[in-house]
């Protein structure tokens, strides 16, 4: 009986150490649709390509969005926080040089979701450098704020 419960704790463990299964697959596709604060209306499809890589809780696929592999898919293991990210040319006000990208942070329902509306945000690769590093520093609901003010609204949903 003793090394019957010894096995079972040892198996359960094990069963926790390992990888969650990913929610997603490759050619998974996502629509996402919205505005930028400027005014920008977005519209594309994003079909995911191959295995993604998990670590810290977060599932990170690359996806075929205006050109192949220039997008990301960011998700938590609940899937209570999405992010897709999506680099673009510059707007034609701006130097063709500059490195530009379109996110979109939502938070949907957990798992099977089917859409998602959020935050929509369009800069350059600099800026929202700056702008992820200060919210993963765990700053106060300040950088939430500064973040709504800059952007416009998204939806994201799975196809």
């Given amino acids: 009986m003793k090394k019957l419960l010894i096995c079972s704790t040892l198996l359960l463990a094990g ?8 929610p997603f697959k490759a ?10 604060k400027a005014g920008m209306n977005v519209q594309q499809i994003y079909t995911l390509r191959g295995r993604p890589d998990f670590g810290d809780d977060l ?8 050109k ?6 960011f998700i938590e293991r609940e899937q209570d926080v999405a992010v897709l990210v999506e680099e673009t ?14 996110l979109c942070l939502t938070a ?13 945000l369009h ?7 700056k702008l992820l590093d200060s919210l993963d520093s765990g700053s106060d609901l300040s950088t939430f704020a500064g973040v709504a003010q800059q952007a416009g609204t998204c939806t994201v949903r799975r196809l």
């Fill in 15 to 22: 069963c926790a150490a390992t990888t969650p299964q990913e």
């Fill in 59 to 66: 599932w990170i696929y690359s996806a075929n969005g205006r």
């Fill in 27 to 36: 050619g998974d596709s996502f629509e996402m649709t919205g505005t930028t």
């Fill in 108 to 120: 949907p329902k957990g798992p099977g979701w089917a859409s998602a509306k959020g935050l929509l």
């Fill in 123 to 129: 800069s350059t690769a600099d800026d929202m450098s």
């Fill in 89 to 102: 040319p510059p707007p034609a006000d701006r130097p063709a040089s500059e490195e530009w990208m379109l």
């Fill in 68 to 73: 192949p592999d220039n997008a990301l898919l």
